[in-house]
Nanobody
Framework: QVHLVESGGGLVQAGASLTLSCSAS????????MAWFRQAPGKGREFTAG????????SYADPVKGRFIISRDNNKKTLYLQMNSLQTEDTAVYYC?????????????????WGQGTQVTVSA
């Protein structure tokens, strides 16, 4: 496993932008696909965005397509999520995760390491 720490969350107004970061410790980062999930109050954890180990392919959940951008810097062992045109519906705790099982990005059981989460709150 790898230790993941998210940062960059906060309180913003609707329409604003925010960039989340996820820093990994240890050597096991560059060879794995990564993803962001989010969990809104009273809801289950849902897939948000995913990226292959080399950054050449990405996947997004429909609600964030065209607004969010996932990227990674393997030299810095860091995963990013740029969030633009934020909406109140984006309010959630955001988690980064490392995928250790090949398969769909949106299946949580394909991931073996999770961060503690960072809160994003979007006000109207």
């Amino acid at each position: 496993q790898v230790h993941l720490v998210e940062s960059g969350g906060g309180l913003v107004q609707a329409g604003a932008s925010l960039t989340l970061s996820c820093s990994a410790s240890g050597r096991e980062f560059g060879g794995y696909a990564m993803a962001w999930f989010r969990q809104a109050p009273g809801k289950g954890r849902e897939f948000t965005a995913g990226i292959t180990f080399n950054g050449k392919a990405t996947s997004y959940a429909d609600p964030v397509k065209g607004r969010f951008i996932i990227s990674r810097d393997n030299n810095k062992k860091t995963l990013y999520l740029q969030m633009n045109s934020l909406q109140t519906e984006d309010t959630a705790v955001y988690y980064c995760a490392r995928r250790n099982i090949r398969g769909s990005f949106d299946e949580p059981t394909n991931y073996d390491s999770w961060g503690q989460g960072t809160q994003v709150t979007v006000s109207a």
